[in-house]
């Protein structure tokens, strides 16, 4: 792995500063150094490393998403998601995972597959670099109850391994359920703790006991493993905080009292709330037979309206709120993810600052590594993008693969800058040691 010497980079270092020129050098799968410069300025060639002048380009850490469903196939439904074969659906799974990779996300945080190891297997095969993908947490099936978000089951075909998620009934069956996932080799357990309307359950519906709750966090943490919640409802959103489950998906119903408690533990938790689930539900989905009426009568407009409210308030009281949320049906498509970033800055009222940092330096804790990732300091991992115009000025950017010029993970370029010619473009000549982009 050749050393990379970034020269002439705007660089935003996930620290919440404006960006500045400035040279940077990938060491190992590792930043090795960062130094500030004036436009234009260049350091010496560090011996044997692969030179590159940026001629002014944005240089960020890679992004983290907070709620990824990699075998959501596209498609309209849980059950069209169900249905595919496991043979087809692992390699979606591969050909998502590098897809998002494609698309700056470094690093990303499983919320639950539609099979019990398509996430754990997807994990490995990354890790061990037969398939190409972000740094990876690896989440359960959905865990629920009979008749509940995710049971799909049929009357005539009872089995549970026929259903989308992990039907559970009583205490001792979500026991059963935690241990089987945890050998299976999760990072993460996902529960269903409230209802979602396109399933005919209200989203203000619970649907577990407060006792199988408890059993799920308990036995999740004896095993060392994280939980995390669909909690659309204000009931599961104070159970998360109040039994220490460190995710919190949505979040739509927060009453005053939901608000206290999240502001108070606002370290413990992190908040991910789908708003592109919602948004494109609402607006954009008449062709799947969700039209704005249909929509309305299911409770999807109020919910828009109250989560939007809730997220406006949480950033107010300094929760942190990530991007990533059920993309991956055929609404909201794989690979469109940074729309996220544009909805916190146009409808939760985020900086372009906060949003981008909502994506790199807040992603690191989410992901269990701390100030490793999402940040361009020395030490820090080697997962950044060179980006073709400044996010922090339009954060649409980042929704346009044609904009990112390049994507590194654990110093090694994904996607190395393209090959160009001529004077005053920003591209490599050649990719090898020692050339530079063309100033």
Not at 16 to 30: D, I, K, T
Not at 150 to 171: K, N, R
Not at 330 to 344: C, I, K, Q, S, V
Request: hydrophobic share 40%; charged share 20%.
């Amino acid at each position: 792995m050749a050393d990379v010497h970034f020269t002439n980079v705007r660089i935003f270092d996930g620290g919440g500063e404006q960006p500045f020129m400035g040279e940077l050098l990938v060491s190992g799968n590792r930043i090795h150094r960062v130094v500030k410069t004036g436009f234009g300025q260049r350091s010496q060639p560090v011996a044997g490393a692969m030179v590159i002048d940026g001629g002014g380009a944005f240089l960020m850490p890679g992004m983290v998403e907070s709620h990824t469903h990699f075998s959501w196939n596209d498609q309209p439904s849980l059950d069209a998601i169900q249905r595919m074969p496991p043979e087809e659906h692992i390699l979606w799974c591969a050909e998502v995972a590098k897809r998002y990779l494609d698309m700056g996300w470094t690093s990303c945080v499983g919320a639950a597959a539609a099979k019990p190891r398509l996430d754990v297997v997807i994990r490995n095969a990354i890790n061990d670099g037969t398939i190409q993908g972000p740094r990876y947490l690896a989440a359960s099936q959905e865990i629920t109850v009979p008749g509940g978000l995710g049971d799909t089951t049929q009357p005539h075909l009872p089995q549970p391994e026929f259903a989308f998620g992990a039907v559970v009934s009583g205490a001792e069956e979500m026991r059963r359920c935690v241990r089987m996932f945890a050998k299976y080799g999760v990072d993460t357990l996902k529960i269903n703790l409230s209802g979602e309307s396109i399933t005919g359950m209200s989203s203000e519906r619970s649907q577990f006991t407060a006792e199988e709750v408890r059993v799920c966090v308990e036995e999740a943490k004896a095993w060392g493993k994280r939980v995390a919640a669909h909690a659309r409802s204000t009931w599961a959103i104070k159970q998360c905080v109040q039994l220490g489950i460190e995710v919190i998906y949505h979040a739509s119903f927060c009453d005053e009292e939901a608000l206290d408690l999240l502001e108070a533990h606002k370290m413990q938790h992190f908040v991910a709330p789908g708003l592109a689930w919602l948004i494109r539900t609402v607006n954009n989905a008449s062709e799947y037979g969700l039209t704005p009426e249909v929509t309305r009568k299911m409770g999807y407009h109020r919910e828009l309206e109250c989560a939007v409210a809730s997220m406006q308030a949480l950033r107010k009281r300094g929760v942190r709120i990530l991007p990533g949320g059920d993309y991956g049906f055929a609404w909201t498509p794989h690979g469109t993810n940074a729309r996220d970033l544009e909805y916190f800055v146009k409808v939760v009222g985020m900086s372009t600052m906060e949003a981008l940092l909502s994506a790199t330096a807040w992603g690191g804790p989410m992901m269990q590594h701390g100030k490793e990732i999402g940040y361009l300091r020395e030490g820090c991992y080697a997962d950044l993008l060179l980006v073709d115009g400044d996010p922090l000025a339009d954060i649409t950017i980042l929704q346009d693969k044609a904009r990112i010029l390049a994507v590194m993970k654990d110093g090694a370029f994904h996607r190395a800058p393209p090959v160009r010619e001529g004077s005053g473009s920003a591209y490599l000549r050649e990719l090898r040691p020692m050339n530079r982009w063309a100033a």
